[in-house]
């Protein structure tokens, strides 16, 4: 998928802008230290600029100082929310960090994380990665009894379960929880003196734990630990609550459903090549989807090139076993911001090309294999395979290093809705002749699959198989609560 | 009282700058407007711009287009949270809005107004000018039955209990908190289709009601009506539930305590010279407070002078009465600023005299009387009366025009503590020596009960009497929530 | 003239706001301080907030540490332009800053002073307070022979000339510029080492010398020496170069008119009431324009009002000869702020009334004789009366304290032009049914020669008589350069 | 070399980070079009866009109408400085644009170009790329002469010059400048109706001519006509000054050197890789580099990686030549923001790695071979083969893609002084025992001038062989003047 260069405008709308959603968008990225006597609130800060590629629409970070718990949030990336004064105001032991995407209608700052609440135990601060599949059901149960909701986010309705367990410590409170919350959610929680990791039955979005001598960290991906140079500890498991706190980690084991189901478009697209998660390298993982790619695709193309950035591993990949040269192909303009003004329409007539440029030097009278990592809308892929034509290309064959998506994801991506699948709606051939290629193809299920060292049950890959490992939401109540 | 220029840049603090709260703050000032067709974000932002001098730490305005309510708000004046973009964003047929002053312990866009949230029975949004005594303890009480605050404002607390009345239409509910919210409270409420103002059994802070053709409009005070053009109809009566809807306006009268308590230093100093609240027309009040205090002392003065802004009516009714001229001896610097920045101490010693200067040609050998609202502190006073001197005043005679303040304020007037109270802790002569004045004199409370047209007992006067109409808080309680 | 309040909100044009220019604008403040050893941008700071009703479009200080001349300027208040950070980075021991008023044409950074350039014999900063009437006619000249310009003010063309005479050492070179120079302007210039006051030959706009201890401070007006606890010295003298350097002060006299045209305009309308200037106070001038103009025209009120608040020591004065209560009886909102959102036309005909609020309860059924200090165009006073006339005022007398406008300025006061002057197309008559007032009186020249100490002839009262002192500009030269 | 990841935070000083200078600076990019009737600012937002890799720390366009020229400028990138409004306010007939990095000490508004200024003919803006090496010489004879100098800009030199010869139209003036302006320059210049491109004798900057339908456009790099799809037509020949206007496209062949000198740094870092520069396309200049290196220093690495970006295209040749795998195996924060929050010292020492993280995966226990384009202090280096270490690799080769940099550049190239070029200071073995690699090798001089297609004469190569073809400033001149 080419996606990742037309989200960023896609959501500088503004009020002016159409809304481009060509792409997924992962919900967010959570993160949280423990780490007495240390600079917690920039250590978070750290963490959440190696996370900013899972949600650019907001940031925030809270810290607790054993006492009290302080917040700073805004709209935009960890660099634009965050400066050396706010940061200095945050000052504490132990600290979360959240980073988000959103669909527009919920880009509001009431939505941004961590929310901080305050219940009968004292203070809390909650950061989210994911998507509850019952979280109107939960509001209307807890509005019955009294609860009143400022936002529309599940951290939300999750805080006001954890409250209607306020007899018990937070850690049993959360087990409690973990039978009524439906759905995908990692969490990082912070009462005034614990840091508290919790993971869903199934796994399905990532979370690790790592050291950072004698501090702890939990992060959504290990690229996060990097940064700190702090040791991969292991992943947190599947219904698992890590507890740290100034007696070292302790782990309850919650409900654990009876398989995994790690969502594999991580690996396919969300997170950073340099992530390890769940025992499988992404960058390997990709390079891999290529090679198998070029095992059941070979073509006598000149040279291979990817569609920069989210397709260089499995181009890399398709060169090697091809044994053809790789090339990039396409120069992505590396300064593309969230706040660039869109052409006009007459403009776009004109075929501005902003974001990516093809070198004609390069390609004009070759035969080349494309690679692309998946397609949602097709919009992106067409305009390339112009781009290319349009340089003098001979042959353009466009591969796709990951089946066709089929269906919508509940568990926290935020990808079309069916009707604008482009596979759920035309045939493959009809998909090729509408981006033009001179052959298309995608990668087979099996190939996927193959490219994971985990078993094939392990993984959610419900967007290509249509097969859910958790009940999807009753479509009467999908339409969320919105306070934006 | 000197004080409303010091307070302006006290609230620049930042982390540099030491507050000085040498001067009391009134909380917050609402409006709501009920106006299908009409602009109602605009006309909501000119009531509050006229509202403003109740509260310039954040303003907020809340829109319903009848099925969703939209909010903005932000930290500063009203003129600078919105703009053309943001207000035109807020589209809709009833609005209502909040400016807010608090202490800097809370100052943050979490505790800004107003606060919209989703119950059972659908949205709302609320705006709060008052100050609950039972606040924490009615915190305890909602927590323990799974009740999360994020704030630590009292209108989290009044949404909580509606809620818990969320089996009964909203003016019944709020009927019910009426009987367990004690304290000053006026509420503007909205809910996606009604405007609904409550005032407290006591009437403490103001609340009118006016009509602008066939719209609606509720407001702190009646200077927000005028701005609008719109026609004074009435005073909300102590205890009275106001209903606005298509169907026009319709009252619940709830708990109406056995007296009447108007907070009286709304007239001394807080409200508009230009609102007439409660029946009675502050400006004329302060003149007659500056007569009365002619009549219970009179010096052979050259000239009377006013400390500015808040002195300028009664210096003038003094001057009346004492048959003297009145003369702006003191000049105020109009561009006072919240983002000011101080003089250093060094520069102190210097004696920069940045918000008012003295006009040596006026005043050199004169003998001038000078007339203050109040004094809290004395520190304004002893700053006025060393410049004076300097510039060659003969004698000086301070001239207080209300009586000395020796109880602080529950009801929703940030004040300061008791200790720092100069009349609770020293002795007229006393403060006299502190200030420098050659005389000082404060009005007597009859002088200050015969300016209003009303029973004294129809006022709170706690501030000068420590009689307190509603039971103040424990102190045990005293300590708020903060989530700032 | 009602005017100050109106200026604020019409320069927040940012291409959706008209202009509304019912008033006229001084356009510049000058300050500098020699003061080796001391923060001298911060007590600039100071200097400038002093006179920034001389100007709010800009602001800028220049600062020299004996090597280096730093600068930092911004369009805004001078509160909005500085804060810590930026005030801290300009280090030295003396400074020269700037507050600038212009017409929307000019009002672009480019435009903003002090103006720091280099030249043959090394730095220099400068800021302007007045208007060349040759100035088109300078700058073709130099032009001629290879300069260039890269704003519209006239300190780039005194910069030129100035660089002209490069052989000669600055305090030489300002001689010679003075006989080239034409017009009204009063100069504070700085070079490495060096502090310079420089006024026109006639002296028609404000400029004076004070001492703070060891330290000399030039500025337009005295308040501005009060506010840094500075001894006023004296007026800097028509035509006089006061020169400021490690050795104390020496003056060299330059060229001096026949006579002084000291800008009578400043008295009436523009410097601050507390402000001396070339030894008249301005608060008494206007108070005795007061009464002058109830010794002319009496009439059998009720209550004497100003329009606030320039014409209240002028109210004050009225109403201390006639023997009337002096009330304000019309409030002005203190939050009047540059950024303020104009009414929609819609709502202009609803009445919306921002700035200004008559007291009904003081007004009704009342004989007011209301008090401005002048009328440019009518528009705000006809605003007035109506308001009045809202609320009830049986009779409304409308007097002015200065005499009709007649004549344009071209010295520095941006006026309207004569087309726009109401008093010189219409008849005394015309003007009263136009503003609807009862009666309508404007000040005799008399009455305004008589209400200063010094001999007519040393005023510029060019607007009143339509006697220039100095030759304005050919027509043709009129159209300025803009870089805008 | 490592660098541009770099240099991008290096510029948060703000007083409070020091730059980090370890990498070199091309100092600006310009761009020009002549399109009457179409959006010609839009157009050129997106021309800077796509030439933002040359410059982040200003950004300007202007605009003329025929008329009039408006320009806007400010700090930061393109998409920072530019809005929907202040472009809308920006319309004409055609428009020149520029992007600037300069060194901190002219890190100010006042050098953000273009510069607009007003001579004898009327008006003109004018956009630089490059550097005069007589520039405080024609300052210092100009001087002399009456001009005034507001910036440190090598533009504002050329302007003064071209205002000597006001007597002849902009054309030949612009001839005779060349002349006297000694050093190397490329200069998009407008005046009210016509565009101009003017390209110093030896050719040194690039500067290319495009066309779009009836519009014309100039660009310091051919990426820039892509993005528009503007047709290349040719380069600016060296000396050549091109006129266009209403009549078309007219040449005149100024002063041109004996030989070109086109900067060979472009090819291999700075100019971007898709861009065809005096017919050389850069991508393919550093693959043939890499390939070169190949041929020159072959190692029995596992796996070749690059430095990203810069290293890419080499890598990937290398990898080629050498039938070894590329891989990604240091991972790009693609989020790395000017406004960065830099590690604290402590932090350092824990060894955050927040801008490239290397795969551990990938290389623990590999041989690694891996290229940079080029090395300048060391410094980057030396902590990317210690991230290497610190996951395990068991050999490292480091390639580098050029010759040792010896000597400094006076071109237009902010480079470090020679006391920072470590291959200046040191010896191979020096280097490679401080940077830790196993092995240490750069590409010979014959390698990197067979990897263009030009003679090696016609190329500027000064700071691999230290020959300067156009004479450098005489050290004492060297000190610039500073007016930031």
Chains 1, 2, 3, 4 share one sequence.
């Not at 925030?60 to 960890?78: D, E, F, P, T, Y």
């Not at 400066?83 to 995407?101: C, K, P, S």
């Amino acid at each position: 998928m080419a996606g990742k260069y037309t989200c960023f405008d896609g959501r500088i709308n503004r009020g002016r802008v159409s809304v481009e959603r060509s792409c997924w968008h992962e919900e967010c990225g959570v993160f949280g230290i423990f780490a007495p006597g240390q600079d917690v609130a920039r250590l978070t800060y750290y963490g959440l600029y190696a996370l900013q590629h899972r949600g650019q629409e907001s940031a925030g970070i809270a810290v607790s100082n054993g006492q009290h718990i302080s917040v700073h949030k805004g709209m935009g990336l960890v660099v634009e929310v965050f400066n050396y004064d706010n940061l200095q105001t945050l000052v504490g032991d132990l600290a979360i960090g959240h980073v988000r995407y959103s669909t527009s209608e919920d880009s509001s700052l009431v939505n941004a994380q961590p929310l901080v609440f305050r219940y009968l135990r004292g203070m809390v601060a909650i950061a989210h990665n994911g998507n509850l599949t019952n979280a109107n059901k939960l509001r209307r149960q807890l509005g019955a009894s009294g609860s009143v909701f400022q936002s529309s986010t599940d951290s939300e309705v999750i805080v006001n379960l954890i409250a209607r367990y306020s007899q018990e410590p937070i850690e049993l409170a959360l087990r409690r929880c973990q039978e009524e919350l439906q759905g995908a959610y990692s969490l990082v929680i912070m009462t005034e003196d614990k840091l508290i990791g919790v993971r869903d039955p199934y796994g399905v979005r990532p979370l690790c734990l790592g050291r950072m001598g004698e501090a702890w960290v939990l992060a959504s991906e290990s690229c996060a630990l990097d940064t700190l140079e702090a040791e991969f500890v292991r992943d947190v498991e599947p219904g698992e609550i890590v507890v740290i706190d100034s007696k070292g980690v302790t782990s309850l084991q919650g409900h654990q459903a009876a398989h995994r189901a790690h969502c594999i478009f991580e690996y396919v697209y969300f997170a950073r090549p340099d992530s390890t998660i769940d025992g499988e390298t992404v960058n390997m993982v990709r390079r891999e989807l290529g090679r198998n790619l070029a095992r059941e695709y070979r073509y006598k193309g000149d040279v291979v090139i990817p569609v920069p950035d989210s397709g260089i591993a499995a181009a890399a990949g398709y060169a090697e076993v091809a044994g053809l040269p790789f090339e990039e192909g396409l120069m992505k303009n590396r300064y593309v911001g969230r706040t660039f003004i869109q052409p006009t329409q007459e403009m776009r007539n004109l075929g501005v090309r902003l974001k990516l440029n093809p070198i004609k030097q390069i390609l004009k009278g070759k035969k080349v294999i494309i690679i692309d990592d998946s397609i949602v809308r097709g919009t992106t892929s067409r305009r390339i395979v112009g781009m290319l034509r349009q340089v003098g290309v001979e042959e353009i064959h466009l591969l796709v290093a990951s089946p066709p998506i089929l269906h919508p994801c509940y568990y926290g991506i935020d990808t079309s809705a069916r009707g604008e699948l482009i596979a759920a709606q035309y045939s493959l051939e009809d998909i090729r002749k509408h981006v033009d290629a001179d052959s298309l193809h995608y990668l087979s299920l099996e190939g996927l699959f193959s490219s994971v060292k985990g078993e094939a049950e392990n993984f959610c890959a419900a967007c290509f198989t249509g097969h859910y490992p958790i009940p999807i939401p009753d479509p009467e109540e999908a339409t969320k609560y919105s306070l934006a």
